[in-house]
């Protein structure tokens, strides 16, 4: 009896095993998509498509076709860039002469003696008011920017990036990302090549200076 309850709860146990690794081989399929398991990333009509066969000759000769018209697209923004085309001119205000009113002059030209202790006691007083002042407007200027960002992120779908990707359409770039809506963008040079327009945008930025823009579509990003 003893022998035969063994083999029974022997036997529920390599059932139970058997069920886990139907799950985990399961689990694994979905959590590994297609584009990862696959070995090759071709590009098919115009769409990339991952398989794991080979892509095709006339496959691999397109995306040479399309790098080389992209690569010679980015060279023309470039030569244009290094002449200074599409400089960004920051306004300048136009300078007016302050009133000066004569009869203040004359009162403040008095001599008015003042002690040592009233001058650090001013000078005191014009430093925390400014201090003050500073750091409310920097919490005025933050919640107006994280309304902004909130607002944004809710018209672009929840999304929001920092940065942009490659693929992505120029007005996406130019409306979902933090990039191109707070960054110091310097030069915007605009052109069209073959008939194909083409941009590049150049930004104050350390991780995403520029920004390649071919027939509507970002097409490189470059430090």
């Not at 022997?10 to 590994?32: C, E, G, M, Q, S």
């Not at 998509?33 to 794991?52: F, W």
């Not at 779908?157 to 770039?173: A, N």
Request: proline fraction near 3%.
């Amino acid at each position: 009896m003893f022998f035969a309850d063994f083999q029974i709860s022997n036997n529920l146990n390599r059932i139970r095993n058997l069920i886990f690794v139907k799950w985990l081989l399961l689990i694994t399929a979905i959590v590994f998509s297609d584009e990862t398991l696959a070995s090759s990333k071709c590009e098919i009509d115009g769409k990339i498509v991952y398989q794991n066969a080979p892509c095709s000759a006339e496959a691999v000769d397109q995306q040479n076709v399309n790098k080389e018209h992209n690569e010679a697209m980015h060279k023309r923004l470039d030569q244009l860039q290094a002449k200074g085309v599409g400089w960004v001119e920051q306004p300048t205000a136009e300078y007016v002469a302050p009133v000066v009113d004569e009869s203040a002059r004359s009162r403040e030209n008095r001599f008015v003696p003042i002690s040592r202790a009233e001058i650090r006691a001013k000078m005191q007083q014009q430093s925390e008011e400014d201090a003050r002042r500073s750091a409310r407007q920097n919490q005025e200027n933050m919640e107006k920017l994280t309304r902004f960002f909130d607002e944004t992120k809710h018209r672009c779908g929840g999304k929001l990036l920092d940065y942009p990707e490659v693929g992505m359409t120029d007005k996406e770039f130019r409306h979902c990302t933090k990039l191109a809506l707070s960054g110091t963008v310097i030069q915007e040079v605009v052109d069209t090549y073959e008939s194909i327009p083409i941009r590049l945008y150049v930004y104050r930025s350390s991780r995403a200076q520029r920004v390649y823009s071919i027939n509507g579509v970002i097409t490189a990003i470059k430090p």
